[in-house]
């Protein structure tokens, strides 16, 4: 059975985009956080530069695009309130639109959906199209990479790095580089042990006294 094909809104493509623009990532790192091909957020990229606000038509036009980064601060009272009640910081609403969507589905059981929605700067509908929308399988691999870069790092008792375990997984029968494997090492957080350098305490090669040997040793 064929897999249902991704959709995504508007706001979910102009927020990639502004990622590239106007963050300190590249392209390449962009689409590997939210699960993309590289051709298709360039595409995106060169849409909204050729056709700002009227970009994206199938799925509506972008609204007019607010001055500065949306922050609690700057919006109404009520909404300031609420979000000071949340403890949601700008550096949250500073992230992309998979990072906020993520951060409301772990708090929708304690918040209203819209109301996080509010707060955070995304619409409702993006929310639940996220939440519908399949692991892809890109993301499932690189999910199955992950279990067996752990896998091994566990079995070597974490003494080996990225090019070890790479040929390791190689020969497991995986194919990717030793670039790909760095990568996803350094964002779980697995490392290899450093070997603590020996270092010597004695020299008894000197000419200083030498204390006698009282114990006869």
Aim: proline share 5%.
């Amino acid at each position: 059975m064929a897999a249902s094909r991704r959709t995504f809104t508007a706001e979910f493509k102009a927020e990639a985009v502004r990622r590239v623009t106007e963050g300190s990532k590249s392209l390449a790192e962009v689409s590997c956080e939210l699960d993309l091909g590289e051709s298709l957020l360039r595409d995106w990229k060169r849409a909204l530069a050729t056709q700002g606000d009227q970009a994206f038509p199938c799925k509506g036009n972008l609204p007019p695009r607010r001055g500065g980064t949306p922050t609690a601060a700057g919006r109404e009272p009520a909404a300031a309130g609420r979000a000071g009640d949340f403890q949601i910081s700008d550096g949250l609403l500073r992230q992309g639109v998979v990072v906020r969507y993520q951060f409301i589905e772990a708090q929708r059981e304690r918040w209203p959906i819209r109301l996080l929605c509010e707060v955070l700067d995304v619409s409702p509908g993006g929310f639940y199209d996220w939440r519908r929308r399949p692991p892809s399988d890109s993301h499932q691999r690189r999910g199955a990479l992950v279990a067996g870069t752990e896998t091994i790092h566990r079995e070597v008792k974490a003494r080996d790095g990225s090019p070890r375990i790479h040929v390791e997984l190689v020969a497991r029968g995986e194919s990717c580089s030793v670039n790909t494997v760095a990568r996803l090492m350094r964002r779980h957080g697995i490392a290899a042990k450093t070997r603590r350098r020996f270092r010597s305490t004695t020299d008894s090669n000197h000419d200083r006294p030498v204390a006698a040997n009282l114990v006869d040793r």
